[in-house]
């Protein structure tokens, strides 16, 4: 997996980089075996300086398996840096198991169709 990560309005400290980057490698046992095809771009920052109560952080991440064509797409913003990229990643998460639960189900569904078919004739 290939992981680019942006800071905007907000400096980029190795260990918020890392925190990330572990948060979004998690995420590629559901894309592919093999990560090399797995580009992931992570956007972290700060969206304005003019809020009362604090700084308000965002986090979002655009992942593109270039071997299968598929594209994930997450955002949080939340008070705590470290809880938007938290949130960031269980969103990405639930979009990946969202598609590998529709592509079992379709191929149930067509064996299940096989099936009746291939009883009817018998």
Not at 99 to 113: E, F, N, V
């Amino acid at each position: 997996m290939k992981i680019n990560t942006k800071a905007t309005n907000l400096e980029l400290t190795p260990a918020i980089q890392d925190y990330a980057e572990k948060k979004v490698q998690s995420l590629e046992k559901f894309l592919q075996p093999d990560g090399e095809n797995v580009l992931a771009a992570i956007e972290i920052g700060v969206t304005t300086h003019h809020h009362k109560s604090g700084d308000i952080f965002r986090a979002e991440l655009n992942l593109s398996n270039i071997a299968t064509g598929e594209q994930f797409y997450a955002e949080a913003e939340k008070d705590d840096l470290y809880a938007a990229i938290d949130e960031m990643k269980d969103k990405a998460e639930r979009e990946c198991l969202t598609l590998k639960k529709k592509k079992l189900t379709l191929i149930k569904r067509g064996a299940a169709r096989i099936k009746g078919i291939l009883r009817s004739r018998g």
